[in-house]
C-alpha cells in the first residue's frame, strides 16, 4: 500500500503581474522547497478573467477622485475559479487597511492548507469584493506600497518557512521565538580578526553557558536601544 501523506499545502496568488514572482519562486530556500514539493504556488492571472475585450481590470473611481479601483467582474471571476480548484482556503486581501501581519499570523497560516492572497493594484479592489469575496485583510507595515506583490512575497516568505522540511535546521524556527519577543544578538564567523576588529573573546571560551548568557545580554541591550516596546508585557 501506498504512504498517506499529508495534501501538500499551497497558495493561489491572484495578480495582474504573475511575472512579478517567477524570479523569487524559483530562488533559494523557497525555490528548493517547491522543487521538493513541500508546498505549491499557482499564480492566477486576474487579467484572464476580464469580460471585455480589451481584458481591462481597473476603472474610475464613483464619487470622483484620483486613481483608478480594480473592476469587481475580474476578481470574483478569479476568486471563484481558485475556491472551484482549491475548496476554502481562506481568502486574503492584501492592503494597508488589513490586520497587522505579525509571527503568530505566520504560526496560525502555516497550521493550516494554504491559502489565497489577492494582490490589489491602483487605489485598491471594489468594496463589494471585500465584503463578498475576502476572510482576511492583511497589512504588512505602515507605509505604501504599488500594489499587493512584494506584500504577497513576504508573507509567503514567512509562512513557508515555517513549514515541516524547508529549513534545513529546524533548530532556527525553535529560536525565533525568543527572535520575536527580542532582537537577536550579534553573529561572527572567521576570520577571528578583521581589519583591526576582533570577535568578542567569550565566544572562543568553549563554556556554552557562559555563551548563552553573554548573546541574551546582548540582545536585551539591543532591544533595550532599538526596539524597547517589544520589552512591554502588552505590545
Ligand atoms: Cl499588504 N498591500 C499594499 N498594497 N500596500 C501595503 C501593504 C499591503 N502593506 C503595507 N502597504
New binding site residues.
Given amino acids: 500500500m501506498s504512504e498517506q501523506t499529508k495534501s501538500p499545502f499551497h497558495i493561489n496568488i491572484l495578480t495582474i503581474f504573475p511575472e512579478f514572482f517567477e524570479s523569487p519562486l524559483s530562488t533559494g530556500v523557497i525555490g528548493k522547497a517547491i522543487e521538493k514539493e513541500i508546498f505549491s504556488v499557482e499564480c492566477t492571472d486576474i487579467r484572464a478573467f476580464a469580460t471585455d475585450k480589451h481584458q481591462t481590470t481597473d476603472d474610475l473611481p464613483y464619487g470622483g477622485g484620483a486613481g483608478m479601483v480594480m473592476k469587481p467582474e475580474p476578481l470574483v471571476g478569479a476568486l471563484e475559479s481558485a475556491r472551484q480548484n482549491h475548496g476554502d482556503l481562506p481568502r486574503i486581501y492584501?492592503?494597508?487597511q488589513?490586520e497587522p501581519?505579525r509571527q503568530p499570523l505566520a504560526r496560525k497560516l502555516a497550521e493550516g492548507d494554504g491559502f489565497i492572497l489577492v494582490c490589489?493594484r491602483y487605489e485598491g479592489i471594489d468594496a463589494r469584493v471585500r465584503e463578498g469575496w475576502i476572510d482576511h485583510e492583511?497589512?504588512?507595515?505602515?507605509?505604501?506600497?504599488t500594489?499587493?506583490e512584494p506584500?504577497a512575497l513576504i508573507m509567503l516568505d514567512a509562512i513557508t518557512r515555517l513549514l515541516p522540511g524547508v529549513l534545513g535546521n529546524p533548530e532556527s524556527i525553535v529560536e525565533e521565538s525568543f527572535s520575536t519577543d527580542m532582537l537577536d544578538y550579534p553573529h561572527y564567523t572567521r576570520p577571528r580578526s578583521f581589519r583591526g576588529m576582533d570577535v568578542p573573546e567569550v565566544l572562543f571560551s568553549g563554556h556554552h553557558a557562559k555563551i548563552e548568557q553573554w548573546r541574551r545580554e546582548q540582545a536585551l541591550k539591543m532591544t533595550e536601544q532599538r526596539r524597547p516596546e517589544l520589552l512591554k508585557k502588552d505590545k
Fill in positions: 492584501l492592503t494597508p488589513g501581519f490589489g492583511v497589512s504588512i507595515g505602515d507605509f505604501v506600497l500594489g499587493g506584500a
